[in-house]
């Protein structure tokens, strides 16, 4: 890159972190190395927990396929809203479509972040698992290798099995991440499931093997799809956007969160994104402002 080029990204850049201001943060990193190209809003990056809302889907995914729960065969029909009888208790659990997205399996309902589908789905998991799963994709472990103030994630296993949903759907607080924490494991994924530890000042010689082989592939095809056709189409830049939305609820409030958190090009990654709004959604607010940093890059 030459230096006009250089300092036509760092302007462009500049300007958006001025029109997000103290409302929202992004962090962007060099996937190949883990290098952290840039950020903004160091405490909401690294230092603040925050609900991932159904951008926590795609953990639940992994537990569902590499435990061999279900698998492309298993389909649920999402009316919209539905009432589940879970240990004697009636549970009205609503999709963000009122109509309902049809008949889904999973690759279906990552696309369209059915949450019909994956409330149905995660009565099926033994809530052990999720713990087995949070340590296995290292959910417990700092996700840089050299930033001050970065805080742990925290995970909370719902004692009644009704709960279970609001954990598998990233809500109501039982499970609370990082930004950094959601990036990496997102990059982790693109990494065809290896883990490289976030950097700015010193670079890591770090690569570490997950474990993770049953479900990759399923994920990576629909993290594409929810970028060319489903919840985070408007992150799609130049139709090489890999990714997933979230849109979780405030846990004092109803106003929600807006999230995407992808990658580009999806056939070889290069460059991690995360962006964060504190008000907003994560498909109409969070994922084109993903776009509008990816074009600054290029």
Known sequence: M?????????LNIERIKKEIGDKGAFIIVDIKSGNIIDYHNRKLCFSTLLPPGSFFKIFTTIVLIEENIIDENFYVDCKGEEILEIDNDKIKVKCWIKNGHGKQNIKDALKNSCNI????????????LFIKYFKILKLDDLSTSCIGGEILNEIKIPLKKKNLIDFALGENGYIKMTLSSMLSFLVSISRNGFFVPLWIKEKN?????????????????SLRSV??????????????????????????????????????????????????????????DAAPLAKRILECLE
């Open 2 to 10: 030459n230096k006009v080029f250089l300092i036509l990204i760092f």
């Open 117 to 128: 589908f994956f409330a149905k789905a995660s009565l099926l998991i033994d809530p052990y």
């Open 205 to 221: 010689n770090l690569v570490y093997p997950l474990g993770i082989y049953n479900s990759l592939k399923i994920l990576k095809e």
């Open 227 to 284: 970028c060319k056709e489903g919840t985070g189409i408007l992150a799609n830049y130049k139709d090489r956007t890999a990714g997933k939305t979230g849109t979780p609820k405030h846990i004092n409030g109803w106003r929600t969160h807006a999230i995407f958190a992808g990658y580009y090009p999806y056939y070889d990654p290069r460059i991690g994104i995360i962006v964060f709004l504190k008000i907003g959604q994560g498909s109409k």
